[in-house]
């Protein structure tokens, strides 16, 4: 069974009077996530990640398409009682403490009395927040915030977590704090779903992950896969004549001068590097060096993009703006 069944999922919002053409800001997505991992939904701001989260949420009606969740269509109240869910930049009523505010989202999954008591408890324990649960909301920080949402995700016991942007706004501690929570939460055999806008947080937590841009998705795989699919190699070589270096560039993504007749050559993700390397020999080279370059998930971001362009000093900004 897969938690997660996404086909075809398309959400239009109106602009306007003047601007009649709706605006499509989830174009035909399908996708499936299987059981028990972490599927990270990763894009720039504005590619459509809360939209699709919010249409399997139920929270928005798909213009085409349609969700299921735990085996269920979008929506469904069994499946809503299995479902833990953490909205982006959550806000709560905040005078209440955590241990008030945890007992009333208990108090909404039908948990009464004693039992009501020791679940708000025992998430409130397991995001770390059980020694400061008598104190007002108003006194946390924005990473205990955070973790009272992941709190009130988890008090249900769900098969099934959607995390928006858990790791936004967070220092790098509190970011730590929550990959972790992740990882807990996977290690019990829940399935996780969460987004994010930086590529980074995905790959270390996820087992798969699938690329948004501009509503749709350009890439959907293990990382591994998507990683694979975008590194090239690396060739170094010495006593390089400078008429293959001139020939080659039509050949590589890029060429460096190390020192005097020393050239590294990076040569396109697919391309083979034997027949290069032959050409470097016939040309009367030495060949030094044949090297992976692990790529990230920025480039198979930008590979999936058609952009295939290395881009080292830039990265962030390059993510941020496409
Ligand atoms: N309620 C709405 N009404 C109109 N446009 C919206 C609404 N919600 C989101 N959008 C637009 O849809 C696009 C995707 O937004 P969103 O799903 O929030 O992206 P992300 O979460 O990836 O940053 C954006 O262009 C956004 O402005
Ligand atoms: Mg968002």
């Excluded at 027949?275 to 016939?282: K, S, Y």
């Excluded at 998930?297 to 390059?318: C, K, P, Q, S, Y």
Aim: charged share 25%; hydrophobic share 40%; glycine share 12%.
């Amino acid at each position: 069974m897969f938690p997660v069944r996404v086909l075809g999922l398309t959400k239009d919002f109106p602009q306007g009077f003047w601007r009649p053409r709706p605006h499509r800001a989830v174009d035909g997505l399908s996708f499936d996530i299987p059981e028990g991992g972490v599927f990270g939904l990763l894009g720039p701001n504005g590619a459509g990640k809360s939209t699709t989260l919010k249409l399997l949420l139920d929270l928005l009606r798909p213009t085409a398409g349609r969700a299921e969740i735990l085996g269920r269509p979008a929506g469904d109240v069994g499946a809503r009682q299995r479902l833990g869910f953490l909205p982006e930049n959550p806000t709560f009523y905040d005078h209440l403490t955590a241990e008030e505010l945890l007992e009333y989202f208990a108090g909404l999954f039908g948990y009464r009395g004693e039992d009501r008591r020791a679940r708000a408890g025992a998430a409130l324990d397991r995001v770390g927040l059980g020694a400061d649960r008598r104190r007002p909301l108003r006194q946390y920080s924005k990473g205990m915030v955070q973790r009272v949402g992941l709190a009130q995700a988890i008090v249900n016991d769900p098969a099934l977590v959607i995390l928006d942007e858990p790791m936004s706004g967070l220092d790098p501690i509190g970011r730590r704090d929550v990959r972790e929570m992740i990882l807990a939460l996977r290690d019990e055999g829940r399935t996780v779903l969460f987004s994010s806008h930086i590529l980074s947080d995905a790959e270390q937590l996820c087992s798969r992950v699938g690329i948004l841009a501009k509503g749709r998705l350009v890439a959907e795989g293990t990382v591994g896969e998507l990683t694979r699919h975008a590194g090239g190699t690396d060739v170094t070589a010495s006593d390089v004549p400078t008429a293959f270096v001139d020939r080659a560039a039509a050949r590589v993504r890029k060429t460096s001068r190390i020192a005097d007749g020393r050239y590294r050559f990076e040569l396109a993700p697919g391309e083979r590097p034997e027949p290069f390397i032959a050409d470097l020999a016939a040309a009367g080279a030495a060949l030094v060096s044949v090297a992976p370059v692990g790529a990230s998930l920025e480039d198979a971001f930008l590979h999936a993009l058609g952009n295939d362009v290395r881009v080292d000093d830039t990265r962030g900004d390059r993510s941020a703006a496409s």
